[in-house]
């Protein structure tokens, strides 16, 4: 499968805890992108990257969060010092810019627990 | 910044009913529409979508929206529904710096 692939799939942590998210975007798609879903909703805009850059952060995306892409190609999402209200689905999506329709795919999420 | 209303949160209906499932975005312009489905256990995965030209839109497994620009709708439409159609359907918006804006989703149960 060449989809998106995250990693871990499920993660339980303690509050207090630092928590690392990685994902590996489709082979040669410039743009990764991180949401955050919890129940009941739909998928929340966290931040992207354009190659390396990270181009846009939400307001949601507070101190305790960092996101990285340093080579352009995997992503990694940082959670430092967890809350309860961390626990949620995190997903990553890629796209291209090159390719038609700009489409966005998503990978299947790393599930967060903190307890 | 652009908010998406999906009307339904549950739905049940049974195989071959016909399927509409109402989405509403919350201002114009220039607007590049999706739906995306989530079977239980796998990823989003999109159904179809609009960026221009016909408003009807056809996407995969017999899924169908109809984008109207003056009720601000894209509302997703099956003419009968299977049980393998169960899952959770996400309407979204394209905003600038192509980040997608989602519903809260609707999650469909198709009795067999």
């Known amino acids: 499968d060449t989809g998106v692939s995250q990693d871990p799939r499920h993660k339980i942590t303690k509050r207090g805890q630092n928590v690392t998210f990685r994902c590996d975007p489709i082979s040669e798609h410039n743009r990764l992108y991180w949401y955050r879903q919890t129940l009941g909703q739909g998928p929340e805009f966290l931040t992207y990257?354009?190659?390396?850059?990270?181009?846009?952060k939400s307001r949601l995306l507070s101190d305790r969060f960092s996101a990285e892409r340093p080579k352009g190609s995997f992503s990694t999402l940082e959670i430092q010092r967890t809350e309860q209200g961390d626990s949620a689905m995190y997903l990553c999506?890629?796209?291209?810019?090159?390719?038609?329709?700009?489409?966005?795919?998503f990978g299947e999420g790393s599930w967060l627990t903190v307890v | 910044a652009q908010s998406v209303s999906q009307h339904n949160h549950h739905v049940i209906l049974s195989e071959a009913a016909s399927l509409e499932l109402g989405c509403n975005y919350s201002?114009?312009?220039?607007?590049?529409l999706f739906w995306y489905v989530q079977y239980p256990g796998q990823h989003l995965q999109l159904l179809l979508k609009y960026f221009s030209g016909d408003p009807l839109v056809k996407g995969i497994k017999g899924f169908e929206a109809e984008f109207i620009k003056s009720k601000f709708s894209f509302n997703l439409r099956k003419p009968s529904v299977q049980w393998s159609d169960t899952a959770e359907y996400f309407c979204?918006?394209?905003?600038?710096?192509?980040?997608?804006?989602f519903g809260a989703g609707t999650i469909l149960r198709v009795k067999s």
């Open positions: 201002y114009g312009g220039t607007v590049n």
């Open positions: 979204a918006v394209k905003e600038y710096g192509n980040k997608l804006v």
């Open positions: 999506a890629s796209s291209s810019t090159t390719a038609s329709g700009n489409t966005i795919y």
């Open positions: 990257f354009q190659n390396e850059a990270q181009l846009e």
